[in-house]
């Protein structure tokens, strides 16, 4: 399947690069600290609205995946961040439809 698919040319070659290039679409978010990614694995760590990483209690990732899952996403909550590992089949409509639950996310907690 992954050589008939050609899926290590799809996520090097087209899914990856998009789905890097809308991940670092964060970056400088109030609600983002940092974004961190590679290939088809992102992570973006959050912050609360007031920016004071003191406050962080390792809490914000479950809430935020909890977010996601009402907006019809899904991402992995860990600590004070979410990640997410779309399947390779993923297509850019696909990637699209995930970022805009991210943003909507987003939004639900206050940025």
């Not at 040319?9 to 899914?15: A, P, Q, Y």
């Not at 992570?43 to 977010?67: Q, V, Y």
Request: hydrophobic share 45%; glycine share 12%.
């Amino acid at each position: 399947m992954i050589e008939r698919d050609k899926l290590i040319e799809h996520v090097r070659d087209d899914v990856g690069p998009y789905f890097q290039d809308k991940l670092r679409g964060y970056a400088g978010h109030p609600l983002v600290g940092e974004v961190r990614g590679y290939a088809m694995i992102g992570a973006i760590e959050l912050l609360p609205p007031d920016r004071d990483k003191s406050k962080l209690k390792g809490a914000l990732g479950a809430k935020a995946a909890a977010f996601a899952r009402q907006e019809g996403v899904i991402v992995r909550g860990i600590r004070d961040m979410i990640a997410m590992s779309p399947p390779l089949i993923i297509t850019r409509a696909q990637i699209d439809e995930l970022f805009a639950g991210v943003d909507r996310m987003l939004a639900k907690m206050g940025g």
